[in-house]
């Protein structure tokens, strides 16, 4: 039986979802390569340069995620608690030894290497909670098992504010949705796009229109369901706790958030013009993706990038590279690969026959969206700022790592679907 | 497969939504705008100008009368500024540390990435000593460009100066001016600006985020190189210009010559004049308050700008418009009894001459001679039908350029007074007639004009019966450009036929024993003119004369007025005889009556200042004052004729024909 299953190893990864990784990786390399400004009179490829490093990152990447293949994968779903308590032990280490890069305590220096825990809880994270639902099931009807689901994820995000870095935290706030795919109430998710939108609004709208608005949303549910009390009792409680969350917003937005973190919210919702300060990465990148137009600028033709105009370029902000050199239809080559890559890792997620499996295939491929999503976003200015690297394309080794090992694991689980785990 | 499989289209169409949104986003700002592109490409692009030289003026014999002089400006980029010696810095240009650190503070306040003046127009000395020790000022560098020079320092208002562009151009020129380009602002530096300034080349830099050069754009495809302005030749004759100046030293007035047959103007000279040098470069400032604090205002182009009544001047303009009219024929005599009633009022004349034909009356300035055809014109068609006449009379007057520009080649240009007769049943209602308006007659109260339109007049008379009009520049570029406006005949309606008789009493003038100009005769050359003498409400007399020379086949044609110069014969004409003689035979004769160019020069007629506060500085308000009393008396002189023409009178009295050598300038009497 084992004997088979080794034979037929090679026939059961998908090499499909392997492509797309090796052309994202492609991808990446190409554009950080474009990004390092002064490289035109290079005349020797320089591994000691950014573009020279990705390619070694890449390449130990692809090594590493190969090697995970030839693990058992039953290791994964046994291991899943250490691996978790490990990484959260790092990320309670890293808030002593670590190294504070951009405002943030999230490196770990090892020798010549800096490792980023944040970046590598989010598998731990992934691992504990499939291992979790597949255990004991739980449908998340009772408030237990979603305290527990809920603590499992919140513990790794909360140590990670600490650092802090809010940006890598939010990432945390994928995993609702394969809670939800595991049978968590869709209201979660709409209460959580509510919290979204009443937040912005409470901005944009004065807040005695948005209470008036929500009275006679209220209202109006009230009428049509005026027969039924249970449904007039919770619509009163709802629209009475999403007034007070209007209020509740202001006070936190004011105490909680750093001056850095309002200025990026209001620059988004153009609350706020500045040029030269807090706005200037958003202008300068939407100016770089922005003059790329239909077919771009052409490969290290691109002003913007080659002049250094776009701070953080070849890490959070590489997308206006590709915008800026390769235009609409780069963008969209880019965007089309991640969301096939998205609805692929889904139906995979979904061909398992263990939950494990498809609840950390979930996990993966949700973590990836809100990377792509959030990155993506901030670099065109629908989103605040929030500095998190694009998948397997940002310069750097902690990340392309970590999202190889999440998606690697991932394959692994799936060319083991005929097994039991 | 349980029911909660269906929620993975739930989750895979939000991944989808959010894709589309993603996309759409991208759609917009790298598709349907282009405001990206644009910032893009100003985030990248500086456009660096390079000037190109400004245009030579040559005059008419070929001479450079305005050129171009290199001068070198100290930039400074502040923030490619290391510390630096400030001391060897001071040194070599010859300043203090403390001055070098103001300089800089005043850079960095203005631009801290751009390069702005540190020093401008630094010596040549200076330029020479930093060259060798420049490597020690990294932000600094040297910039070299052309300033004005006028070799013969004359005929500052004529040249007008060049300056750096204010707002207020930048504004007007619809981007063609950018902070630090130069303008020509008066004369014909502003006239000529278009052909002078040459075409400005720009060169495309591309710059990183830090501000440090990158290499050229497109690799120079959009780069345009400096061309030069364009070469003028003026009409001007340098020589008479600067024996012109020459003589009106120390005398407040203008004269202007012009070639008849081609409206090129030869002379062009406004006194109290100025060194144009003077207006060159960094020490424009202090100049230009000194010349503006002058006393005898000479920012003022009085050729064109001067208004003066052309007093007895006028009257062979009269005299063909009446010929052309029928008002009189050239036989026509009137009897001078030494006056002439105008209703109750009394015009005097110098003499008394009994029966006086034209041609003497001209050569006399008989001012009862000029009523009496003053009366003849406008009484022609009845009393009751003056105003009509009168309205026929303006219009033929105005044909000669009275009450209008000329449309010079220079700013500023004024039109002089020449009422129509509107005016005056505003003032009289429908009850005026001759006598109200008399004084017009013999060019006195209510008609001005400039020295310009004077000289105009002449060219007129010269050519018998058109001019051209009159202009600075004859040649544009190497092509020698005319325009074609210069090369048009406007005839001021006047037959042929009407002229000898005219031009016969101006040769009188000056070449007969009556005449009022006999003591401005030149040797071997018949001149003809008509002097004139502008009754001056604030003090002595303006002297005023017109001619041309010779009668037959005239090659100048001039008018020059001598402010309190008193009689037209003492002043303006034996200026203008050096002035003809000098321009027709290269030379100027010994006179036979001792008057020199060197005693003419040398006679101060500067009017004494009043108020010692007004020698320093007279304010515009006092100024405005001053032309605003002179206006109003000078209505009311006209109303009250008596006195006016008393004094006007004087000036024709053949008494002043003495030599004036060794003499004080005539009092008014």
Not at chain 1, 189 to 209: E, H, N, S, W
Request: charge should be positive; hydrophobic fraction near 40%; charged fraction near 20%.
């Amino acid at each position: 039986m084992i004997q088979q299953q080794g034979s037929r190893f090679f026939f059961n990864v998908d090499w499909i979802t392997v492509l797309i990784y090796i052309a994202l990786c492609t991808i990446g390399f190409i554009n950080v390569y474009a990004s390092i400004p002064h490289h035109e009179g290079a005349t020797t490829f320089d591994f000691a340069s950014s573009y020279g490093k990705q390619l070694i990152y890449a390449i130990t990447g692809l090594i590493l995620g190969l090697s995970i293949l030839l693990f058992d994968g039953r290791l994964f779903n046994v291991f899943a608690p250490f691996i978790y308590g490990a990484t959260l032990f790092l990320l309670v280490v890293v808030l002593f030894v670590g190294r504070n890069v951009g405002g943030n305590q999230a490196w770990i220096p090892i020798g010549s290497f800096r490792l980023q825990p944040s970046e590598f809880a989010k598998f731990g994270t992934a691992l504990l909670l499939a291992r979790y639902v597949s255990t004991f099931n739980p449908k998340f009807r009772d408030i237990k098992s979603i305290v527990i689901a809920g603590l499992i994820v919140l513990a790794p995000l909360l140590l990670i504010m600490l650092q802090p870095d809010t940006g890598s935290a939010l990432v945390f706030l994928a995993f609702m949705f394969p809670l939800y795919r595991e049978g968590l109430s869709g209201y979660f998710l709409l209460i959580f796009l509510g919290m979204i939108v009443l937040f912005v609004a409470d901005f944009l709208v004065p807040t005695y229109i948005l209470i008036l608005i929500l009275t006679t949303i209220g209202g109006l549910f009230i009428y049509n369901n005026r027969r039924k009390q249970k449904i007039i009792i919770s619509t009163v409680l709802v629209t009475i706790i999403a007034i007070a969350y209007l209020f509740v917003v202001k006070i936190a937005y004011e105490k909680v958030l750093a001056p850095h973190q309002r200025s990026r919210i209001e620059l988004m919702l153009g609350l706020k013009a500045d040029n030269k300060g807090a706005g200037y990465n958003v202008i300068q990148s939407q100016i770089a993706i922005g003059s790329g137009q239909a077919t771009g600028r052409g490969f290290l033709q691109g002003t913007q990038t080659k002049y250094g105009y776009v701070p953080a370029q070849s890490t959070d902000f590489i997308f206006s590279t590709i915008g800026e050199e390769w235009g609409f239809v780069g963008c969209s080559v880019v965007i089309g690969l991640y969301i096939f890559l998205l609805l692929r890792l889904i139906n995979l997620a979904e061909r398992q026959r263990s939950t494990f499996s498809r609840v950390y295939g979930y996990s993966v491929a949700c973590i990836f969206f809100f990377h792509v999503f959030i990155n993506i976003g901030m670099t065109i200015g629908i989103i605040p700022v929030i500095g998190i690297p694009l998948p397997f394309i940002s310069y750097g080794g902690s990340s392309l790592w970590s999202f190889t090992i999440l998606l690697f694991i991932f394959l692994k689980l799936d060319s083991n679907r005929m097994g039991f785990i | 497969m349980d029911q909660l499989f269906n929620r993975k289209y739930i989750v895979q169409g939000l991944f989808i939504v959010v894709a589309l949104i993603l996309l759409g986003k991208l759609f917009y700002i790298q598709i349907i705008s282009d405001k990206a592109f644009s910032s893009a490409e100003s985030n990248v692009l500086r456009k660096i100008y390079k000037y190109p030289a400004r245009g030579a003026i040559l005059d008419r014999n070929m001479k450079v009368i305005v050129q171009n002089e290199p001068v070198y400006d100290l930039m400074v980029t502040p923030n490619e500024v290391k510390p630096f010696d400030t001391l060897a810095m001071a040194n070599a240009l010859e300043i203090t540390i403390d001055d070098v650190r103001k300089k800089l503070k005043k850079a960095k306040a203005q631009s801290s990435y751009q390069a702005t003046f540190f020093e401008r127009q630094i010596s040549v000395q200076s330029y020479a000593r930093l060259q060798e020790i420049m490597y020690r000022f990294p932000g600094f560098r040297t910039q070299d460009r052309t300033i004005r020079h006028y070799p013969d320092s004359i005929a500052g208002q004529l040249f007008g100066y060049v300056k750096e562009v204010s707002p207020d151009d930048i504004e007007k020129s619809e981007g063609y001016y950018k902070p630090g380009d130069f303008i020509g602002k008066s004369g014909l530096e502003r006239s000529y600006e278009d052909f002078l300034r040459g075409e400005k080349g720009v060169i495309n830099t591309l710059y990183d985020a830090k501000n440090i050069a990158q290499g050229s754009y497109a690799n120079g495809k959009y780069d345009i190189n400096a061309v030069s302005g364009d070469r003028l030749i003026s009409s001007l004759d340098i020589r008479i210009q600067r024996l012109g100046e020459e003589l009106m030293k120390n005398k407040v007035g203008a004269i202007v010559a012009i070639e008849p047959s081609t409206g090129e103007i030869l002379a062009f000279v406004s006194s109290p004049g100025y060194d144009p040098n003077q207006l060159v470069g960094k020490d424009w400032g202090k100049n230009y308050m000194s010349l503006i604090a002058n006393p005898y205002r000479p920012q003022i182009v009085r050729p064109i700008a001067g208004q003066y009544s052309p007093g007895s001047s006028f009257k062979p303009v009269d005299a063909l418009v009446a010929l052309q009219d029928g008002a009189i024929d050239p036989n026509t005599t009137f009897f001078c009894p030494g006056y002439y009633m105008a209703g109750n009022h009394k015009v005097k004349c110098e003499h008394i001459d009994g029966t006086i034909n034209m041609q003497r009356g001209i050569a006399r300035s008989c001012n009862t001679y000029f009523c009496h055809v003053f009366q003849n014109i406008i009484t022609k068609n009845g009393m009751k039908n003056q105003r009509q006449t009168y309205t026929h009379w303006h219009e033929q007057i105005a044909k000669w350029g009275f009450g209008q520009k000329l449309g010079i080649d220079m700013p500023f240009e004024k039109k002089g007074i020449f009422y129509q007769a509107d005016h005056y049943d505003k003032i009289y209602g429908k009850r005026w007639g001759y006598t109200t308006v008399i004084s017009q007659a013999i060019g006195q109260g209510e008609i001005t004009s400039t020295p310009l339109q004077m000289a105009n007049v002449m060219a007129a008379i010269a050519n018998r019966g058109y001019y051209l009009k009159p202009h600075l520049i004859k040649g544009i570029g190497d092509k020698n450009v005319v325009k074609k406006e210069y090369v048009v005949k406007n005839y001021v309606g006047v037959d042929e036929k009407y002229f000898p008789i005219v031009i016969n009493g101006m040769r009188d003038a000056v070449n007969s024993p009556w005449g009022t100009a006999k003591e401005s005769q030149i040797p071997n050359i018949v001149m003809c003119g008509k002097t004139g003498t502008v009754q001056n409400p604030h003090g002595k007399n303006h002297s005023v004369f017109i001619g041309f020379a010779p009668m037959d086949n005239p090659k100048i044609a001039i008018a020059v007025i001598v402010e309190n110069g008193g009689f037209g014969g003492s002043y303006a004409a034996p200026i203008s005889s050096f002035m003809v003689e000098k321009y027709l035979t290269d030379s100027i004769k010994p006179r036979s009556n001792g008057y020199t160019v060197k005693a003419f020069s040398e006679t101060n007629l500067l009017p004494a200042l009043i108020d010692k506060t007004k020698k320093v500085k007279p304010t515009k308000l006092d100024s405005l004052k001053l032309k605003k009393a002179d206006s109003l008396k000078r209505v009311k002189d006209s109303l009250k004729i008596k006195p006016a023409i008393l004094k006007q009178t004087v000036a024709t009295k053949p008494k002043v024909n003495q030599p004036i050598i060794n003499r004080k300038p005539v009092t008014n009497k």
